[in-house]
């Protein structure tokens, strides 16, 4: 109560020397201090997320808790605070009113404009010493780094096994509480979490809320919407070992791989030829199904390959 009264009271004398934002008492400066060091002390124990003040830790437990105040009408994502909502609802709007102040590009979220402009500042977004691989932001690093350290900070209080994210243990528990797993209405797959539930069900709504701000193509998931960005970035982050030679997503590297390897995982089970990647059998299965899916729209030819329709086309062209 003391402490609240200095508001009225006392003129604000402590003063942040990065933003010159003022402060009646120096806990509520050090509170500030916490988002320029990129510090975020409150941690949800559910889903591993973290905040910078104990207030948007509470605020962000009330979507475990069920209470979502806040609903879109285009998409039906939950928020619990309004203004998330609305910053959200510029993925279906469109609206950009973050503006570079060194070639003006436009962008819907100030986390999209600071990464942008790390092109013309020159700095590097956060990576991992040990295996290089980078992050949007410090707090998916320190989750990344627990992979090379061991750290296993979620316990369950049942048999006591550890897991690296609480998400993971929230998943294990279910073992002991006899907990069905989300499930989908329309084809019966079941799911990890109630998040990955939801998108999912994209697939049979054809809901794609996450927009690419450089080519406005959408898409589902905010993953597939990352490796898509890599496109216009040109991050590659997962090397080979081998040759060096660099991927924009890490299956598309295991798959590289195999080439070094020898490994050939995928058989024909009609001449046991063998193949490094399931899209390079099925291509080849139609040797033996005779099934040629690509048509040419000017002489109705057919193809079993889309880059021999591709050649072919040439000839209307010419």
């Not at 089970?269 to 059998?281: H, M, P, R, W, Y």
């Amino acid at each position: 109560m003391k402490e609240h009264q200095v508001i009225h009271t006392v003129e604000c004398t402590y003063s942040c020397d990065v933003s010159n934002t003022t402060f009646g008492v120096r806990s509520s400066l050090k509170l500030h201090q916490h988002v320029h060091a990129g510090e975020r002390l409150y941690g949800c124990t559910v889903c591993d997320k973290k905040f910078s003040t104990k207030q948007n830790l509470e605020i962000h437990q009330l979507l475990h808790a069920g209470k979502h105040l806040y609903d879109c009408a285009m998409c039906n994502k939950k928020f619990s605070r309004k203004r998330n909502l609305k910053v959200h609802q510029r993925i279906h709007t469109g609206e950009h009113p973050y503006h570079c102040d060194v070639c003006n590009k436009a962008f819907s979220f100030t986390k999209s404009l600071k990464l942008h402009q790390r092109i013309h500042t020159g700095e590097l977004p956060p990576h991992c010493d040990v295996c290089n691989k980078t992050f949007s932001s410090r707090g998916n690093l320190r989750l990344h780094q627990r992979i090379h350290t061991g750290e296993r900070p979620h316990r369950c209080d049942v048999c006591n096994e550890t897991f690296r994210y609480a998400r993971d243990l929230k998943i294990h528990q279910r073992v002991h509480t006899g907990e069905l797993p989300p499930h989908c209405d329309v084809c019966n797959k079941t799911l990890s979490c109630g998040r990955s539930l939801r998108q999912h069900q994209r697939i049979h709504t054809g809901v794609r809320p996450h927009r690419c701000e450089a080519c406005n193509k959408t898409f589902s998931s905010t993953r597939d919407l990352k490796i898509h960005q890599r496109s216009h970035t040109g991050e590659r982050p997962y090397g080979c070992d081998v040759c060096s030679k660099t991927f924009i997503t890490k299956e598309a590297m295991k798959i590289h791989l195999r080439i070094h390897t020898g490994e050939r995982p995928y058989r024909c089970d009609v001449c046991n030829k063998t193949f490094i990647d399931s899209g390079k059998l099925k291509v080849h299965q139609r040797v033996h199904t005779g099934e040629r899916p690509y048509c040419c729209d000017v002489c109705n030819k057919t193809f079993s390959r889309v880059s021999t329709l591709t050649v072919h086309q040439r000839v209307h062209t010419r």
